[in-house]
């Protein structure tokens, strides 16, 4: 009894990360994925090479890499280094470099790996997709030309994070009064990662798979919403 559901799953799983070349997507996300800037297949006139999906920019269904604490992650990790965040108010402790699911979002928002350099190319019914020349193209001229969040509703953040939000932040309120506890890893309705549901990262407050509040917030921030789920002035 239990293969069907086996089954079921793994041809869900297959269906989030797979798209099809004639479709906008498939698949639990992708739909939700098709209409915002993380589709990148909408960036090929910026450069952007046509991998023929649009999951498979950032996941694989196979040989995924590990290091990232992101679902079967299609990228490399990238290497920084990275300035973070810094000031004498803060009391919470903040890595010292990005961690965790940040890193997924990094892979492409600090502008060190092209947005279509990917570990695992898929393959179509004609076999597996060559880019042209060989090599991966795009990062010039698609990150470059969205810098300032001037086109494509992009952001190049780069490697210096010290004028964004603290990420990879112990969020411990018993260090700060004027942050709302945590229960079990979630604040509200934002989520803290890590092995102990304890770390702020960029997946915390944007979730990349829905632009329903952009850019990606997890809920809208009408009079400062979400800051308030964390922070109590």
Known sequence: MKKPCILMLVSICLMCVSGSGDLPAQGIFGNKVADTPHNLRKALNMGVADLGEICVYCHTPHNNNLQIDAPLWNRETPAGPY???????????????ATGVSLACLSCHDNSIALDQVINLPTSQFGQITLQGGTIAGCASFCHAIHNKTTFEGTVIGTDLSNDHPISITYDPSKDEKFNPATNGVIGILRLYGANKDQVECASCHNPHDNSNRPFLRMANDNSAMCLTCHDI
């Open 83 to 97: 300035s973070m965040y810094d000031s004498p108010s803060i009391d919470m402790i903040i890595a010292g470099s």
